[in-house]
């Protein structure tokens, strides 16, 4: 699969993932207090969305992992297990590592203090 210089394969779903994990937590926040959260939690806020991001795109990763196939001649010839599989990227990072930087982050956001 070709894709765009920044992302590979399905690497795009990434930001997708981390941007849909974050408006959640500001919509569910919204829903429980009645009224936007201050800005002393906004940061709280933002790093719960990155933590649910993570968990979304660890998901994905795991749906990858199960529906890819290797494919090329010699897996079709020899059936090698670790053929030449699509690989799946995002600002060149493979979407397997994308979990565990999101869940740093979002762990660095909450203990900020």
């Given at each position: ?8 394969g399905c690497g795009s779903l ?69 053929g030449f599989a699509p690989r ?15 869940a740093a982050a979002g762990t ?6």
């Amino acid at each position: 699969m070709k894709g765009w210089l920044v992302w590979r394969g399905c690497g795009s779903l990434v930001l997708l993932l981390s941007m849909l994990g974050w408006r959640v937590a500001t919509a569910a926040t919204d829903y429980v207090l009645g009224e936007p959260p201050s800005e002393a939690a906004q940061t709280d806020v933002a790093a719960i969305g990155l933590l649910l991001g993570a968990a979304l795109v660890l998901a994905l990763d795991v749906v990858l992992g199960r529906n890819e196939r290797p494919r090329g001649l010699l897996v079709w010839l020899f059936g090698f297990r670790n053929g030449f599989a699509p690989r799946h990227e995002f600002l060149l990072v493979p979407v397997a590592a994308w979990p565990y930087l999101l869940a740093a982050a979002g762990t660095a956001a909450l203990c900020r203090y």
